[in-house]
């Protein structure tokens, strides 16, 4: 398997064949609205304005496993995040990330990129960077700050 072999949902339940993103570097995050990191959607923008016309996709998957920190319906997700925090970058559906009904996607990128203990995503914010030919490169922890993996976004692009 490849990562566009995969198939996902966006917020409003179509299905994104992940084809749609060959050629670009990835960010794929798992956000909640409610969590002590959620403020890492302003530095998430920030990249995003910065690199999206050179060839950046940041890909917002929220996710309630975790202390039910994302609350509400997808439209309820996208309406908090493009208020507070102007996002701009694709939201998709609502997923687990752990356990049985993970999405296959995060499924392929745990596989890819174990975490320190395990290859369970501990929290929200868990960030996976993909390079343009669909490598999962590296995985960083919620406390990694979007600013801080800057410089390794820009050797990819």
Request: hydrophobic share 35%.
């Amino acid at each position: 398997m490849k990562i566009y072999d995969f198939k996902v949902r966006n917020a409003k339940g179509v299905e994104v064949p992940m084809t749609d993103f060959k050629g670009k570097v990835l960010l794929i995050v798992n956000t909640a609205t409610g969590c002590g990191f959620t403020p890492q959607y302003e530095g998430l923008q920030n990249l995003y304005d910065k690199y999206k016309d050179k060839g950046l996709e940041i890909l917002d998957f929220p996710c309630n496993q975790f202390g039910h920190q994302a609350p509400g319906t997808e439209e309820e997700i996208q309406e908090f995040c493009t208020l507070k925090y102007r996002t701009t970058f694709p939201l998709f559906a609502k997923i687990d990330v752990n356990g049985k009904d993970a999405e296959p996607l995060f499924k392929y990128l745990k596989q890819q990129k174990g975490g320190f203990l395990g290859n369970d995503i501990k929290w929200n914010f868990t960030k996976f960077l993909v390079s343009r030919d669909g490598t999962v490169v590296e995985r960083y922890a919620p406390v990694t700050k979007p600013e801080n993996i800057e410089s390794d976004i820009i050797k990819l692009l």
